[in-house]
């Protein structure tokens, strides 16, 4: 399970819809995931920093590499998009798509149209609106 800014700041904010995936995650033990690139989106001023805390302690935080930012202009290319409204979202993309482990893989997001257009050749990842 992938989690984008959205994601992830409604983990922190202990919204019920994603504690449910995020428990139904541990409870099958399925990784937790998200990128440092959605952590420039999400941690503001007014962020609960004990929650964040708490919440990326239970998470794996992917790094930004050259070579995952080199794939998510691939993704971006592709999907003929490009610029900075999708840069994050492609690197979150690019983790996913970079994962080695077998099965599907479900993105939890708001923008499920964005990246849905970035991972139409990965057939095994689902985005989900929360």
Do not use: F
């Not at 708490?54 to 992917?62: A, D, F, G, K, M």
């Not at 840069?87 to 994962?99: E, G, Q, Y």
């Amino acid at each position: 399970m992938i989690l984008d800014s959205d994601g992830l700041a409604k983990a922190v904010q202990r919204d019920r819809e994603v504690h449910e995936w995020l428990t139904a995650a541990r409870d099958t033990d399925l990784p937790v995931i998200t990128s440092a690139a959605v952590l420039a989106e999400v941690i503001h001023p007014k962020i609960n920093d004990a929650a964040l805390k708490w919440t990326l302690s239970r998470l794996r935080v992917e790094p930004v590499t050259q070579a995952l930012a080199q794939s998510a202009a691939t993704l971006l290319r592709a999907a003929g998009l490009h610029g900075h409204k999708y840069a994050i979202d492609a690197m979150l993309c690019a983790t996913v798509t970079a994962l080695v482990q077998p099965g599907r893989v479900t993105i939890l997001t708001s923008d499920v149209e964005d990246i849905t257009m970035l991972t139409t050749d990965h057939p095994r990842v689902t985005a989900e609106k929360v």
